[in-house]
């Protein structure tokens, strides 16, 4: 039998892909893995993570609204740029409340390694509204939180996750590397399109 974490691990796969390839049916998967993951890192006292999940379910909803939302004429989703000064205010946020968060969780809580778990928590946060917005600076944000996370992972013993978390990494990497191609293309096609949501 199929035990939850591997179907987690599936969920997660797919959702992954399709959000490179842009797909808004990446949602559905996303939704269905964020909702077991709660539950498989509550039980690894992972309590950042496990609450994360709670925010990414919402944020899954938004990010599916604002997708639909913000195709071109052929149904494609649109992406953009952040820009340097808002990505230096996303930075400045993540660093504290990664101080803050990580001191709860260390002083309040028995959470198991609460300073990495706050950074893949906040860092997870800021990247999944930018790429709900469509922001292309979504992806390094994703290569950093997986490179840690894949540690975290091995380290509670939670070795699929941290399997995923591993592949993760690499199709970061590739959705960042993709995203900025769509950028240029769809730069250089601004009369064609709709404008952006």
Same mark, same amino acid.
């Given at each position: 039998?199929?035990?939850?974490? #591997?179907?987690?691990?599936?969920? @997660? ?11 808004? %049916? ?16 509550? *039980?690894?006292?992972?309590?950042? *993570? ?10 899954? +909803? ?15 989703? $649109? ?9 230096? @205010?996303?930075?400045?946020? $993540?660093? /504290?409340? #990664?101080?803050? %968060? ?6 309040? #809580? *028995? /959470? ?14 800021? /990247? ?15 290569? /950093? ?5 894949? @540690? ?5 013993? +939670?070795?699929? #996750? ?6 993760? +990494? ?23 399109? *709709?404008?952006?949501?």
């Amino acid at each position: 039998m199929i035990d939850l974490e #591997t179907i987690a691990v599936i969920l @997660g796969l797919a959702n992954i892909v399709l959000v490179v390839r842009r797909s808004l %049916w990446n949602y559905p998967f996303g939704i269905a893995m964020v909702s077991l993951y709660f539950f498989i890192f509550a *039980d690894a006292k992972l309590y950042s *993570d496990a609450l994360l999940q709670i925010f990414f379910l919402t944020v899954q +909803l938004y990010g599916w609204w604002n997708w639909i939302r913000g195709r071109d004429a052929q149904g494609a989703v $649109i992406v953009r740029h952040a820009g340097a000064g808002a990505m230096l @205010g996303w930075i400045g946020a $993540i660093l /504290a409340g #990664t101080a803050l %968060w990580g001191w709860l969780m260390h002083r309040y #809580t *028995d /959470a198991a390694l609460p300073w990495w778990d706050a950074s893949i928590a906040m860092t997870s946060i800021a /990247a999944q509204i930018l790429l709900s917005r469509r922001f292309i600076e979504n992806w390094p944000l994703w290569v /950093a939180t997986d490179a840690i996370a894949v @540690g975290v992972y091995a380290a509670k013993d +939670l070795d699929k #996750t941290a399997m995923l978390y591993a592949v993760f +990494l690499v199709i970061a990497a590739w959705g960042w590397w993709d995203w900025l191609r769509a950028g240029r293309a769809q730069h250089r096609a601004v009369p064609a399109q *709709d404008s952006p949501a």
